[in-house]
């Protein structure tokens, strides 16, 4: 894309806007391009009011530009919308999917494109608004919410990846989308398989949300003391397993994988608390389902055994319903 195209103004709908979709569509709107924010209040109320502080990673800013909603009633449906990022909890995706098809701002031009976390949510998406349009994102960096209208970029694991379903239009938009991106501040890339790099999202999440979240550590803990490690290498080496059977990965084996994992992902996330661990403090439902929850099914449907999943499934599980008999602790939300 050259750079006429890029300065041209787009407009973007961000539904979801918690911290991950907030700094999507701040650094869009710093761009210049025309943002509306979907998300809850007091967050939405505190950027109308005084408008969106970023600070971290990604730099400094604060953006006066947005609009913000709590739904999507109110949006105007002129000028038509260049793309839609999904970004609620993956348990709120039919929900918002059903919305989305309903409100009349996805065009025939329209894309919709899936910042989520687990597997399962691009699917559901194609089967809304069809392949062509349909956009997988991997996101591997950590935002928090600090406080209503204010968020922090803490983490970078590695810049963000969107693709399609394989088709030559797609494919077109998906590098137009990842060339914007990048020049908007968030360094994008296409991947010519997507749900390859889906699933290596999950190899990441599949042993760092759920122990962060049952033992109250961040990251780097689980790779330093030596039962979490061993716990940890076991969530992976069973995720690897069916993701193998299921897909082509980039990864030869699951020791080059762990490689790469402790190598590079772990050390650059390694004062993270998991986002599962926020939920859970928040007494909000977690992602379990979308990670090892899906890890579990695929599992079953290959008969494969992934006993070490069945068993932290069942504990966070379990730590919800316990968190939700008690009063929720003070907290901040936070995801990678």
């Known amino acids: 894309?050259?750079?006429?195209?890029?300065?041209?103004?787009?407009?973007?709908?961000?539904?979801?806007a918690g911290s991950i979709g907030s700094v999507f569509g701040g650094k869009l709107a710093r761009a210049g391009h025309q943002v509306n924010l979907v998300g809850r209040d007091p967050h939405m109320k505190a950027i109308r009011d005084k408008g969106l502080v970023m600070d971290g990673l990604l730099g400094d800013h604060k953006v006066d530009s947005l609009e913000t909603f709590t739904g999507l009633s109110g949006i105007a449906r002129e000028p038509s919308v260049n793309a839609v990022f999904i970004?609620?909890?993956?348990?709120?995706?039919?929900?918002?999917?059903?919305?989305?098809?309903?409100?009349?701002?996805?065009?025939?031009?329209?894309?919709?494109?899936?910042?989520?976390?687990?597997?399962?949510?691009?699917?559901?998406?194609?089967?809304?608004?069809?392949?062509?349009?349909?956009?997988?994102?991997?996101?591997?960096?950590?935002?928090?919410?600090?406080e209503p209208g204010h968020v922090h970029v803490s983490v970078w694991a590695d810049k963000v990846l969107i693709g399609d379903s394989g088709a030559a239009s797609g494919k077109q938009a998906a590098m137009e989308l990842a060339d914007l991106l990048t020049a908007s501040?968030?360094?994008?890339?296409?991947?010519?398989n997507i749900e390859a790099a889906l699933w290596g999202k999950v190899l990441y999440n599949v042993g760092l949300n759920p122990l962060s979240a049952l033992l109250d550590v961040p990251y780097g803990e689980l790779g330093r003391e030596k039962d979490a490690r061993r716990?940890?290498?076991?969530?992976?080496?069973?995720?690897?397993?069916?993701?193998?059977?299921?897909?082509?990965?980039?990864?030869?084996?699951?020791?080059?994988?762990?490689?790469?994992?402790?190598?590079?992902?772990?050390?650059?996330?390694?004062?993270?608390?998991?986002?599962?661990?926020?939920?859970?403090?928040?007494?909000?439902?977690?992602?379990?389902?979308?990670?090892?929850?899906?890890?579990?099914?695929?599992?079953?449907?290959?008969?494969?055994?992934?006993?070490?999943?069945?068993?932290?499934?069942?504990?966070?599980?379990?730590?919800?319903?316990?968190?939700?008999?008690?009063?929720?602790?003070?907290?901040?939300?936070?995801?990678?």
């Not at 894309?1 to 961000?14: A, C, G, H, N, S």
């Not at 929900?95 to 919709?112: F, I, P």
């Open 185 to 192: 501040g968030i360094e994008t890339e296409v991947s010519d």
């Open 231 to 336: 716990l940890l290498i076991q969530l992976i080496e069973e995720a690897f397993l069916v993701a193998s059977r299921e897909i082509e990965l980039p990864w030869s084996s699951v020791d080059e994988y762990l490689e790469h994992f402790f190598g590079k992902l772990l050390p650059s996330t390694a004062s993270h608390l998991s986002s599962m661990l926020q939920d859970l403090d928040r007494g909000r439902e977690t992602e379990i389902d979308a990670i090892t929850g899906q890890v579990i099914r695929r599992a079953d449907l290959l008969g494969l055994p992934v006993p070490v999943n069945r068993v932290v499934y069942e504990l966070v599980k379990a730590k919800v319903a316990a968190r939700r008999r008690s009063p929720p602790l003070p907290g901040v939300q936070d995801e990678v």
């Open 1 to 16: 894309m050259d750079d006429t195209e890029l300065k041209k103004t787009k407009r973007f709908v961000i539904l979801g």
């Open 87 to 146: 970004s609620v909890k993956s348990s709120d995706t039919a929900g918002a999917v059903q919305t989305l098809s309903r409100s009349g701002l996805v065009g025939d031009n329209t894309l919709v494109v899936s910042l989520q976390n687990g597997l399962g949510n691009l699917e559901q998406i194609r089967e809304a608004f069809g392949p062509a349009r349909s956009l997988g994102g991997r996101v591997i960096f950590g935002a928090q919410l600090v």
